[in-house]
């Protein structure tokens, strides 16, 4: 919950992005709570009765909003927002919502490419091994960006659920939108301009999905590495 809070706080902060104000935050046990303005329905309810140029219209919204995310300074790690400058667990649909690390950025690629390692010694003998690429750099991505996530209020669109916001690949926002797009099955006129909105990452999201639900299952080197690292006195670098 509070990785949350501090992505809404840190989003409020730096960009025009209308968010539901977060009226008190606090934890009860076990459990975390927020309590949030209420803002207008879901655009899942009434997408497919908007016109097409109001369809348009909401995609072209939302590029904008991914433009100044993605001019939020970087911080010096991956993963969720951090206010006292230590890395914390990465957790995301892209990771199948499972937490890992934390990393560095080079851990980060690392823990990727072995996992990439992992399956691909399943593929077929003539299959090539695909190494991440990061040449479209790291960014402030949302991760569940969908007509669930999205409401409309007083002729302004909203954006809700920051629970997995936070610096990773670039190319993250437009992925989650495609494995939302599939687990809701939204229609096509949302689906096919999701590369208008997020950038056309062609494949990012088949090379992830290779990996499947090892990314649940298998504990990684790089992760024992970090364990290793974080016992030491030395921490693990971050750049």
Same mark, same amino acid.
């Given at each position: 919950m509070w990785d949350e809070v501090e992505a809404i706080n840190l989003v409020s902060e730096t960009t025009t992005i209308p968010i539901p104000k977060i009226l008190r935050a606090f934890e009860h046990g076990a459990d975390g709570y927020m309590v949030m303005d209420y803002v207008g329905g879901a655009l899942l309810h009434v997408w497919r009765a908007l016109r097409k140029e109001d369809q348009s219209s909401v995609a072209e919204t939302l590029r904008g909003y991914i433009d100044q995310l993605r001019a939020i300074p970087l911080q010096d790690f991956p993963g969720p927002v951090s206010n006292n400058l230590k890395p914390k667990r990465c957790h995301c649909p892209q990771f199948r919502d499972k937490m890992r690390g934390p990393f560095d950025y080079s851990l980060f690629e690392e823990f990727l490419n072995e996992m990439e390692g992992i399956c691909y010694v399943e593929l077929p003998p003539a299959s090539e091994r695909q190494l991440f690429d990061g040449s479209s750099g790291y960014?402030?991505?949302?991760?569940? +960006?969908?007509?669930?996530? +999205?409401?409309?209020?007083?002729?302004? +669109? %909203?954006?809700?659920?920051?629970?997995?916001?936070?610096? %990773?690949?670039?190319?993250?926002?437009?992925?989650?939108? @495609?494995? +939302?797009? @599939? @687990?809701?099955?939204?229609?096509?006129?949302?689906?096919?301009r999701i590369p208008n909105i997020a950038g056309d990452f062609a494949g990012k999201k088949d090379w992830l999905d290779r990996m499947g639900y090892q990314l649940m299952l298998h504990r990684t080197k790089t992760e024992a590495k970090i364990r290793k690292l974080q016992s030491s006195s030395c921490g693990f670098g971050m750049r």
């Open positions: 960014a402030f991505t949302h991760n569940n +960006i969908g007509l669930r996530n +999205i409401f409309a209020d007083d002729g302004k +669109i %909203y954006l809700s659920n920051w629970a997995d916001a936070g610096f %990773y690949p670039m190319w993250f926002d437009a992925v989650g939108m @495609e494995m +939302i797009a @599939e @687990e809701t099955r939204a229609p096509r006129s949302w689906s096919d």
